[in-house]
């Protein structure tokens, strides 16, 4: 018989190593304590350190801590565009003047020029045959000639000079009204930063309001607000529109107070109603002071009450 050399052991360890690896997921929620989770499910949810702000039209949600710096930014980009704004108009303003200094000095020229010509023409207005074959004899053969072609060359030139003229008060007269329009846009760009509810509507009744308590005309509003140089005047404007909200709520005060003394010496006259007295205006039970239908109709119900019917 064969003896089996086989080690017990080292089957039994081979067999184990035989084995697949099984790997084991840890399971995460083991290690957490149950009272952690509960304490943190009681916590209250954290306060919200955002605020909502609003930039043309679109609404953005920010924390609290730059809101300030936010607004100390928009209030700066703000003032730089007035400032770069108010430049711009300066600058066109200056260049329009400049502008306008030169054509009225080309046309001051012009006008004199154009008076020259126009004594000129004015000696020889009106001359007959008789006055040329003077001058001609006078200054010699051919001069007559002479004088007629430089008069119609002066009279050419006149209306050169006269169309420049025209041409020149055209342009400046379009400058005038081009820095009219300018000095009436920044009026109205300041007066709707200044006047709550500033619009057409609000500068319409303005001027009814001035017209009717001043005599002032739409037109002389309108030019109130420009100045000689150009430049944007409102000064006026804010006293109307401040005299006016002042008369207005007076009026409404005034109109209030009015409507309640009429109420309060309304009330003073009107009698009051006697206690217990009934809604048909006679006082309970049988007295002289009920008509003579009603006593009876009384008594005959106090009668019938008295018999049980």
Do not use: C
């Not at 000095?183 to 303005?206: D, F, H, K, P």
């Not at 909200?245 to 005034?254: I, S, V």
């Amino acid at each position: 018989m064969s003896e089996d050399t086989t080690n017990p052991v080292d089957v039994e360890d081979d067999a184990i190593l035989d084995q697949p690896e099984v790997e084991v997921e840890a399971d995460d929620t083991a290690d957490i304590d149950t009272d952690e989770t509960e304490g943190q499910a009681d916590e209250a949810p954290p306060e919200d350190d955002t605020e909502e702000i609003e930039r043309d039209g679109v609404k953005y949600r920010i924390p609290k801590a730059l809101k300030d710096d936010l607004l100390r930014q928009a209030d700066y980009t703000r003032k730089t565009q007035e400032v770069a704004e108010t430049r711009r108009a300066l600058a066109e303003r200056a260049q329009a003047l400049s502008q306008q200094a030169q054509l009225a000095e080309a046309t001051l020229e012009d006008r004199a020029n154009l008076k020259l010509i126009e004594q000129t023409l004015a000696q020889y207005s009106g001359w007959t045959r008789d006055d040329w074959a003077a001058y001609e004899a006078h200054h010699g053969p051919g001069s007559a000639s002479v004088a007629s072609a430089m008069l119609t060359q002066h009279a050419e030139a006149r209306t050169q000079f006269k169309e420049a003229i025209s041409r020149a008060e055209s342009e400046i007269q379009a400058i005038s009204e081009r820095n009219a329009a300018n000095a009436v846009a920044q009026a109205e760009a300041e007066l709707s930063r200044e006047i709550e509810g500033w619009g057409l509507e609000y500068l319409n009744s303005l001027a009814a309001y001035a017209s009717k308590e001043f005599g002032v005309s739409p037109q002389e509003l309108r030019e109130s607000v420009i100045n000689p140089d150009g430049t944007p005047d409102t000064r006026t404007i804010k006293v109307l529109a401040r005299l006016h909200k002042a008369e207005t709520e007076l009026a409404t005060l005034k109109a209030e107070k009015t409507k309640a003394q009429q109420a309060s010496k309304q009330a003073s006259v009107t009698p009051a109603k006697a206690v217990g007295q009934r809604a048909g205006g006679y006082k309970p039970g049988l007295n002289d002071d009920i008509p003579i239908e009603e006593y009876m109709r009384r008594r005959n119900a106090q009668i019938a009450k008295a018999n049980g019917r």
